[in-house]
């Protein structure tokens, strides 16, 4: 396992421990940050750093820090990377500032690619207008640079971050393994704007500058220009660096992790400057919280059976014991002698008496040695066709079962009714999951017997004179299908009655031939003809019209068209209105009637009655005022029912009191319910004329 995987978890552990101590001293305060981390994905980044690469130690970095700080104390957090071409698309805004939380932030996080050059003077200018998205000129702003050499494209850093500063932008500098004669440059120009600036060679130096910055983070806790750097809890086989912060005075050099340097690597002596009294809020005893163990070494580890488990073992932090390890508790079920998956538990408790929560690993012992397939008997096998074969089968036996003969999966095509060579296999898998080489034997089997021939269908076997006649075959079996190797001869002809034969022949491909079948067709005619319906049905004829029937057409498989001897009986009488039926009926040369066809015809009276009007006085009719109106009345005819004048209802308003024109109204409808168009009479009250 790389040393840098178990400072990465070091690296959290510390982290966490040092952000709770801050939380608990300083949880009233208001000044939570906003941060903006520029993040250098260059292809350099993949260079090797301290058993792992920049980018690894980078990303771990940065997620210890965010994921210490959390959501609860940070107002914003941002993330743009930078890497690329000199001119061009070199610079990336990934996450802006209110895009979401800290877990959207880690996710981003770990899915950077690194390509390109260096291009950090693009990053830190595009960074310019990054915090303009926020509106809370109260808060802290910070900016941290993670990169991992200086900038390829000569650009003017020192502007870059003087345009930061200018916004009040706090900004502080990791490098991770830079090269030294890079190192004087940065330190220039971070010190040109007082910035603040860290070099790293190991990850753990990394981890002590992240307790430094995560320390100071809340915004009441000021870095110690002058002071020590914060004491950390030895970690066992490391030994931590002693971190020198650099001072924020542009006319001295600042120094990282290992010490100050200057452009050509060199160290120079710096120019004395008064010691600056550090500010720092001394942080009260913390309270016990639980530990927190983790794992060193893989959460699933997996070894052979009857191999030696060696534990890997666990770390075990506390915020008030540090490190105590020691004091961890395992319990573990792992017998290596037995495939399986086991689980081993770390458990601790500090001096508080406060318990971890429990962290288990997983320890899988795999058997990996395939089991062994012997046969029984001899390969090849010969057998006669038809015979039953009894296969003998095969042994298995594995190094940690045993024997698992019963296990053996027998695959065996042997077909006794086909000749042939066949093969059986015979497989078997442990219960681990190793699979054995596969054995195989191999079957022959010869046929000396003829075969048979079965008809299908039925024989003798009647079919339809005019149908055409499709023979159901016969099937062939020489303990076996061989049906198509059948040779058939049809001398049926179903256009003509009368007897037929068909022939069956086969031999088999070892030459024994089968003996003749033969089946008896008889073509009959039993098919009825059919009548077909010429004109509609059903069909209305108005009463009093002669009925002409359109009649009916009879066709017959065997006689064709026999229309003529179709007999009708056509009962209609159109004097009478009513449904009456003419039914079609026909018998071909065979015997075999027609079904009996039917049309419906309805003797209807659609005609409507005429209504005439009956008097000689003109139309309109004058009454002097005062006078007596007698109507004339009307008649009424109907083509069907005759008179029907005593069916009409008539409606006179006259009243000859009253001068004024009046209309006289006459109805009426025929037994069919045939309205007859309305008739009327205009009569006129007039005063008498004077003089």
């Known amino acids: 396992m790389k040393i840098w995987a178990i400072l990465a978890a070091i690296v959290l552990i510390v982290v966490a421990i040092v952000v709770t101590i801050i939380f608990l001293a ?72 209110d895009e979401g939380n800290g877990d959207v932030f880690r996710n981003l996080l770990n899915d950077i690619s690194v390509a390109g050059g260096t291009t ?34 000569q650009g003017n850093l020192s502007g870059s971050l003087q345009e930061l500063e200018n916004q009040g932008i706090e900004i502080t500098f990791i490098g991770i393994g830079i090269q030294d004669n890079q190192r004087g440059e940065l330190d220039a120009a971070l010190a040109a704007m007082g910035g603040r600036i860290f070099f790293v060679d190991t990850f753990r130096e990394l981890a002590d500058v992240l307790s430094i910055i995560i320390t100071e983070l809340d915004g009441k806790l000021e870095f110690a220009i002058a002071g020590p750097p914060p004491t950390l809890t030895p970690v066992p086989g490391l030994t931590p660096t002693p971190i020198q912060p650099t001072t924020t005075s542009a006319d001295s050099t600042s120094g990282g992790v290992n010490g100050a340097n200057g452009a050509d690597g060199s160290t120079p002596t710096p120019t004395p400057t008064p010691t600056p ?51 961890i508790v395992i319990f573990s079920d792992v017998d290596t002698a037995v495939p399986g998956s086991y689980t081993v538990t770390y458990n601790v408790t500090d001096s508080a008496g406060n318990l971890a929560e429990p962290v288990v690993r997983t320890v899988n012992v795999v058997d990996t040695v395939p089991p062994v397939i012997n046969l029984v008997a001899l390969s090849p096998v010969t057998t006669e066709a038809g015979a039953d074969y009894t296969d003998a089968g095969a042994t298995a036996s594995d190094n940690v079962e045993g024997d698992i003969t019963a296990r053996i999966a027998t695959v065996n095509n042997v077909d006794v009714g086909v000749p042939g060579s066949y093969t059986v296999t015979y497989d078997v898998m442990d219960s681990s999951g190793n699979t054995a080489p596969q054995v195989t034997r191999t079957v022959n089997v010869v046929d000396t017997t003829p075969p048979v021939i079965t008809v299908l269908g039925s024989n003798p076997e009647s079919v339809e004179v005019g149908t055409v006649y ?3 075959g016969a099937s062939a079996s020489d303990l076996g299908d061989i049906t198509s190797r059948i040779v058939t001869i049809n001398t049926v002809n179903s256009e003509v009655p009368g007897g037929y034969i068909v022939i069956y022949n086969v031999t088999d491909p070892s030459g024994n031939a089968a003996l003749r079948v033969v089946r008896t067709v008889s073509v009959v005619d039993t098919a009825p003809p059919v009548i077909t319906l010429l004109g509609l049905s059903p069909l209305s004829v108005e009463a009093g019209v002669s009925y002409l029937d359109a009649g009916a057409a009879a066709f017959d498989n065997v ?25 079609y009926d026909v018998t071909d040369s065979w015997g075999n009637p027609a079904l009996q066809v039917v049309r419906t015809v309805n003797v209807v009276d659609t005609t409507r009655p005429v209504i005439t009007l009956l008097g000689s006085d003109p139309d309109p009719v004058v009454v002097i005022l005062g006078g007596i109106y007698n109507d004339a009345g009307a008649s009424a005819f109907d083509k069907f029912d005759g ?35 309305q008739v009327t009479r205009t009569v006129i009250v007039t005063p008498p004329i004077i003089g």
């Open 470 to 472: 499709v023979d159901a």
């Open 277 to 327: 009294t550090p500010i720092v809020t001394q942080i009260p005893t913390p309270t016990p919280v639980p530990p927190v163990i983790t794992l060193l070494g893989s959460v699933t580890e997996t070894i052979e059976a009857g191999s030696a488990y060696v534990e890997a073992g666990a770390i075990a932090l506390n915020n008030v014991n540090g490190i105590i390890t020691a004091s």
């Open 120 to 153: 950090l003077v693009s990053g830190v200018e595009a960074s310019n207008g990054d915090f303009n998205r926020l509106d809370r000129s109260e808060e802290r702003r910070l900016a941290f640079i993670v990169a991992g050499s200086g900038d390829s494209c």
């Open 643 to 677: 008179d029907i004048t005593a069916s009409i209802v008539t409606v006179n308003p006259v009243d000859t009191k009253i001068t004024g024109t009046y209309i006289v109204t006459y109805d009426v409808t025929d037994a069919s319910g045939n309205v007859a168009l």
């Open 559 to 583: 006689d064709g068209d026999i229309s003529a001897s179709i007999v009708a009986v056509n009962s209609v009488n159109t004097e009478v209105l009513g449904s009456y039926t003419v039914t």
């Open 26 to 97: 300083v949880s009233g305060s208001d000044s939570k940050p906003s941060i903006l981390i520029l993040l250098d994905s260059s292809a350099g980044m993949e260079e090797s750093f301290d058993g792992g690469t920049k980018i690894e130690a980078a990303v771990t970095a940065i997620d210890g820090l965010i994921e210490s700080v959390q959501d609860s104390n940070l107002n914003h957090l941002a993330l743009r990377q930078y890497g690329g071409p000199c001119q061009g698309e070199n610079t990336d805004l990934v996450f802006p500032f």
